[in-house]
């Protein structure tokens, strides 16, 4: 196994579409350094799978994504053998059967360890899968290396990838999984961080318009017993929205109902919506005493 790069010479730091801070820039180029996956965790909608493609770009690596639900099993990621395709062609009499190389489906790992170039590999949403998912692919992590057993071949890796797998938190990983990686969390934004994504996104909001919308918006998020607080692009989805709708500062500070406007933006189960109002109304009636 080679590299075109020593780690030392590989360095991310954010692109013009993605505002990195300098905690999550420097996790990435320790990930690069020690040569181990990046475990990222963060809430929802907070850029973790967007930090993937946006790495692949600033360093120019091919970006093979791997999107993990609860029926994958880790053996997907190297390679699965076809032997139902196997068995019908035998039926019909096709010679390629004799090749069983001809009904092995390469999986990203194994892409990626045979890719000509470096690439950088995420596997999105590992938490989602069965517990002893993250567990079976210790060793091919470890080595950069799987045995094919239907063809008596191992696949080694010409180039080590950037591994970055990503958490929702939904379970507890193993530990002999989390110390294999490196792990970082992505605080939510905070104001001054999410004004610098909007001017991604939106360089030519008005900026009593960007203000009243980020008060409503944090506001929302400290409301107190939020099922789901309101995502980093979920807040994108909802200026999106006023904007276009051509609403005012003073349109948003108002409340519709005690809900913001356009609330289906930002909110998304009715036990949020029925909250909202409820602590608007007992915040009313406070004041009227």
Known sequence: MTDLLSPSELRFSGTDRYIATDDLKLAVNAALSLQRPL???GEPGTGKTHLAEEVAAALGRPLLQWHI???TKAQQGLYEYDAVSRLRDSQLGDEKVHDIGNYIVKG????AFESDEPTVVLIDEVDKADIEFPNDLLREIDKMEFHVYETQQTVSARH???IIITSNNEKE???AFLRRCFFHYINFPDRETMKAIVAVHY???RADVLRAALDTFFALRDAPGLKKKPSTSEFLDWLRLLTNEAFSADDISKTTGDLPLMAGALLKN????TLLQRLAAVARSGQHR
């Open 270 to 273: 009715e036990q949020d919506l």
């Open 108 to 111: 990203v790992l194994w892409e």
């Open 173 to 175: 990983l193993p530990d």
């Open 203 to 205: 360089p030519d909001i």
């Open 39 to 41: 475990l990222v965790k």
């Open 160 to 162: 080590r990838p950037l």
């Open 69 to 71: 639900k609860s029926t």
